[in-house]
């Protein structure tokens, strides 16, 4: 059963940086793609970064050259470290793996960023 769990949200000013993690199993962890997701209140969900079995990356342009997504798979963990956050970075953060032609999502992270 893949389980998928973020941590690491929280409050943060303007400008700082926080670093959020998604831990996961029942999956071969080393094989999957990680993508992060995010969802501000009242809008749709939006695709934030991904990290590839190969390591590779893709971002989306609101993030990039601010945040790095990365992955140690001796702990089955993907990290998205947020520098220079900014208020509209505000959201629930989400990871997720497409495990047999199905996404699976965690329950999500709050990420706050105000003054």
């Known amino acids: 059963q893949v389980q998928l769990v973020e941590s690491g949200g929280g409050l943060v000013q303007p400008g700082g940086s926080l670093r959020i993690r998604c831990v996961a199993s029942?999956?071969?962890?080393?094989?999957?793609?990680i993508a992060w997701h995010r969802q501000a209140l009242g809008k749709q969900r939006e695709f934030v970064a991904r990290i590839h079995s190969n390591g590779s990356t893709n971002y989306a342009d609101s993030v990039k050259d601010r945040f790095t997504v990365s992955r140690n798979n001796a702990y089955n963990t993907v990290f998205l470290q947020m520098n220079n956050l900014k208020p509209e970075d505000t959201a629930v953060y989400y990871c997720s793996v497409n495990f047999r032609q199905s996404l699976r999502w965690g329950r999500g992270t709050q990420v706050t960023v105000s003054s």
């Open positions: 029942g999956i071969t962890f080393k094989l999957y793609s």
